[in-house]
Each structure stands twice: as C-alpha cells, then as structure tokens.
C-alpha cells in the first residue's frame, strides 16, 4: 500500500478542482487560460518535489507563464469588452458536484484494497526516477542551453512587441466592425 503525503492529496483535489471546473460548461478562453496556468503550477511543483534542482521547474514555469501572458494579451486585445456567455448551474447543484468528488477522492484513498489498479498506475506516476529527470535536463546544459535562451528571449520580444503595438494604437490589435 502506498502512503499518501498531504501534498499528493492537494495534487489530486487540483485535478478534480480542474475536471470540477471543465464539466460546469465554464468553456471560455479566460477560464482555460486560467486552468492552463493551475496546471502549471501543479506541473511544476510535482517537478521541484521530484528533482533535487528547482531550477528546471522555476524556467519552467516561467517561460509558460510568460507564454499564457502573451495569449491572454492577444485575447483581451482581440475581444475587448465582449460579454461572456456563462452560464452556471445552480448553487446546489455546484456544491453537490463538488462534494462529490471530494467523496470519491477520500473513498479511494481510505480503500485501497478495492483499488489496487489506481494505486498502482499512482506509483507508477509518483516515483519519477532520476534518469528521466536526466534526459529533460539536457535542454539546459551546455550545448543546448543557446537554443533555450533564444526560445526564451523570442517569447519575451513578442511580449514587448505585443505591448508596444497595444500602446500606439490605444484600442484593440483589430477592428471587429
């Protein structure tokens, strides 16, 4: 039997959060965007957990979030006080969805005789080996580190570019009329 940490417990409740979220109908860019960058977050903190350098996990990180800003940018930029159509079920209904999936979370953690699938498909997930952390941290050693920082510096320009073509204009990067 697996033992769980407090942190894989808080790993799971965030991907049920993210299902929880997909399967109110909340479909909307601003809403993926937000659960893009969840996801990011959960990535990179299961990396730090696993590696004994945080560095991968802070480039990481940094360089999807740097990615979602310059989405988000042509976003708002596109579709400028445009209403969102969102339409959420009723109060109980969300708060007995949620409590739901809570109940199979604790089910299948406090049972693991009845699930031993899940936990083994959970170990195998979990114990990331060093060797594959090996493989990964070849984009950041010496000859692949120049491709990286130009990935790196070429998301930050169009950032500024974004911002710059943002700022002259005062008003969205097209007309929707």
């Known amino acids: ?4 940490n407090l942190i894989h417990l808080f790993i799971l409740l965030i991907m049920f959060f993210i299902l929880y979220i997909l399967l ?39 360089i999807l979030i740097s990615g979602l800003l310059i989405i988000f940018l042509y976003f708002a930029s ?8 969102i339409q959420t079920p009723p109060t109980y209904m969300n708060s007995n969805m949620f409590l739901n999936l809570l109940l199979m979370i604790f ?7 009845y699930f ?5 498909e959970i170990n195998s ?11 990964i941290k070849k984009i950041y050693t010496n000859p692949n580190i120049n491709l990286t920082l130009m990935c790196m510096f070429f998301l930050f320009l169009s950032l500024l570019m974004v911002i710059k073509i943002c700022s ?4 969205s990067l097209r007309k929707l009329n």
């Open 1 to 4: 039997m697996m033992k769980f």
């Open 24 to 62: 109110t109908n909340l479909i909307h860019p601003i809403f993926l965007i937000l659960l893009i960058m969840i996801f990011t977050i959960l990535t990179c903190t299961i990396i730090s957990m696993k590696n004994s350098n945080y560095l991968y996990s802070i480039m990481m990180f940094f």
């Open 78 to 85: 596109l579709s400028s006080n445009e209403p969102s159509n």
């Open 107 to 113: 089910i299948i953690l406090l049972t693991p005789k």
């Open 116 to 120: 031993p699938y899940i936990y083994s």
């Open 125 to 135: 997930l979990i114990f990331i080996t060093e060797n594959s952390f090996m493989n």
């Open 168 to 171: 002259l204009k005062s008003s």
